[in-house]
C-alpha cells in the first residue's frame, strides 16, 4: 500500500494541504507535528520540519522509521539559479547535492560526503514523471526538470550564487532538499523534491521572498495535490 510523506519547511508551505486532509489525526515527535489522513484518496503524512538540512533529515528519517512511508516529496520555495526560471516557475529535481559540503581537503569533490557512492543523490523517475505532469497541469510551460542545490544558507547575494551554480550546476536552491534526499536514499524510499521559485537568489532577494512565498507555495502546494492523486490511480 502506497503511503507517501509530503515534507515542508515552513507553516505556509503546507497549510493548504493540512487544510486539504480527510479523517486527519496528529502526533507529536522531535517537536514535530505529523498529520496522518487521506490527500485526494491517497494515504499521506505531512509535516513541518523546520528550516535547514539536519531538521529535514530528522523528519525524513522519522517519517521512514516511525509512519512506514513508501514514498516522499519535499515540497515549498526556492530560489532561481538559473536566467530561464522565474518567480513562479516549478522545478521537479532530477536530483539534490550539497553546496556547502566541503571535505576538498581530504580529496573528495565538492559536494561528495564521504562514505557515500554519489556526489548527488537521484529521484526516482516514477515520481519525476508524475510531479513533471502535475506541475504542468497547475502552470503550463513553466516546469523544468534538474538539479536541486541545497545548504545552511539563505542566498541573497550575486557572488554566492554564482559559486552555488559554478559548484553544483542546479537549477534552484534552498535549505531542505538534499538532507531529505541522501535519508531517502539511505533508506531506499522513492522521493521527489518540488520547488516553485520565491525569489532569484540574488541582491533582490530580500525583496522579492516576501512578496512571492506565499504565492509560491501555494502553487506547490497544487501540485503535490495532483501528484498525490497520480499516486492514488497507479496503485488502483
Known amino acids: 500500500m502506497t503511503k507517501l510523506g509530503i515534507i515542508g519547511a515552513m ?3 503546507v497549510e493548504t494541504l493540512k487544510e486539504s486532509l480527510e479523517n ?3 502526533s507529536t515527535r522531535t517537536g514535530m507535528e505529523f498529520y496522518e489522513g487521506k490527500l485526494e484518496g491517497l494515504d499521506v503524512v505531512i509535516v513541518q520540519c523546520g528550516v535547514g538540512k539536519v531538521n529535514a533529515a530528522m523528519c525524513a528519517q522519522i517519517l521512514c522509521s516511525c509512519y512506514g512511508v513508501t514514498h516522499l516529496v519535499n515540497t515549498g520555495i526556492a530560489g532561481s539559479l538559473c536566467a530561464d526560471l522565474d518567480i513562479g516557475d516549478l522545478v521537479v529535481s532530477r536530483d539534490a547535492m550539497y553546496h556547502d559540503f566541503d571535505c576538498n581537503a581530504f580529496g573528495y569533490p565538492s559536494g561528495k560526503v564521504p562514505g557515500m557512492d554519489v556526489i548527488a543523490f537521484p529521484a526516482d523517475e516514477t515520481m519525476i514523471r508524475y510531479a ?10 513553466h516546469t523544468k526538470i534538474g538539479r536541486v542545490a541545497s545548504g545552511d544558507q539563505f ?5 554566492l550564487k554564482n559559486k ?7 537549477l534552484c536552491t534552498e535549505m531542505e532538499g538534499a538532507a531529505i534526499a541522501q535519508t531517502a536514499y539511505r533508506n531506499g524510499v522513492p522521493f521527489v523534491i518540488l520547488r516553485a ?3 532569484k537568489a540574488d541582491d533582490s532577494a530580500e525583496m522579492d521572498y516576501p512578496t512571492f512565498e506565499r504565492i509560491a507555495a501555494h502553487r506547490c502546494a497544487q501540485v503535490t495535490k495532483t501528484l498525490a492523486k ?5 496503485n488502483q
Not at 513533471?132 to 510551460?141: K, L, Q, T
Not at 497520480?230 to 497507479?234: G, I, N, S, Y
Request: hydrophobic share 45%; glycine share 6%; charged share 30%.
Open 230 to 234: 497520480q499516486l492514488k490511480e497507479a
Open 164 to 170: 552555488i551554480i559554478e559548484r553544483t550546476q542546479g
Open 132 to 141: 513533471f505532469a502535475a506541475a504542468e497541469a497547475v502552470n503550463p510551460g
Open 197 to 199: 521559485i520565491s525569489d
Open 155 to 159: 542566498v541573497a547575494e550575486k557572488e
Open 24 to 26: 486527519m489525526t496528529a
Open 11 to 13: 507553516t505556509v508551505e
